[in-house]
């Protein structure tokens, strides 16, 4: 709160600046168009955040109450993670954001097996689902984790989508991890404890 008053504060205080930068925000909206590896890059997350946000809102409907928790923040950091990603892409020119198509058998298997995890999920409540979605959920961020840390390294990543992508890193890790410590929680809760024996006499 204190950081948004200091900001309309200085908006209201310093009109000559806001014109100013006006200019300079016009100038940068003309940054130089996305490759088209970086716009492939850009298919494939904007691909992820979707299907997260709609394996998050599944989660909320199918899951237990801390698969639901879980499902509630995927929902939440994906849908930011895209809006991010949505304007960096149409700074650099790139209005509507390509379906994404696998360019590899390897990627386009891999496509196919997660279509029927979800598919199967979709029919899945309570501790079924919990178990099979957690499961999907720590493979996919770290395939997607991978994907990020290749395209860091990769060179000719353009500036913004670098910056963003390192970002994005830790968030995704966090999903892998919190998925990974609810797959223990769900491990040890359906281990029942042994009934006490009665003592023999």
Do not use: C
Not at 9 to 31: C, E, F, G, N
Not at 139 to 150: G, N, R
């Amino acid at each position: 709160m204190k950081l948004r008053t200091l900001a309309i504060i200085a908006a209201l205080a310093l009109p000559t600046l806001a014109v100013a930068d006006d200019t300079t925000t016009k100038s940068s909206d003309k940054a130089a168009k996305l490759s088209a590896s970086d716009t492939q890059v850009v298919a494939h997350l904007h691909h992820v955040n979707q299907v997260e946000i709609d394996l998050g809102k599944l989660a909320q409907k199918n899951g237990t109450a801390a698969v639901k928790s879980y499902g509630e923040m995927l929902v939440t950091d994906h849908q930011n993670a895209d809006k991010e990603l949505t304007a960096i892409a149409k700074r650099h020119g790139v209005s509507t954001i390509p379906s994404y198509k696998p360019d590899t058998d390897a990627a386009k298997q891999d496509q196919k097996d997660t279509d029927a995890q979800i598919a199967r999920l979709k029919n899945e409540k309570g501790a079924a689902f919990d178990k099979d979605f957690l499961s999907l959920m720590v493979a996919d961020h770290e395939k997607v984790i991978a994907s990020v840390d290749a395209t860091l390294a990769a060179n000719g990543t353009d500036p913004d989508l670098q910056t963003w992508l390192k970002s994005v890193r830790p968030v995704l890790q966090r999903h892998a991890d919190q998925a990974r410590e609810l797959q223990k929680s769900a491990q040890t809760s359906s281990i029942a404890p042994a009934s006490p024996q009665k003592p023999t006499r």
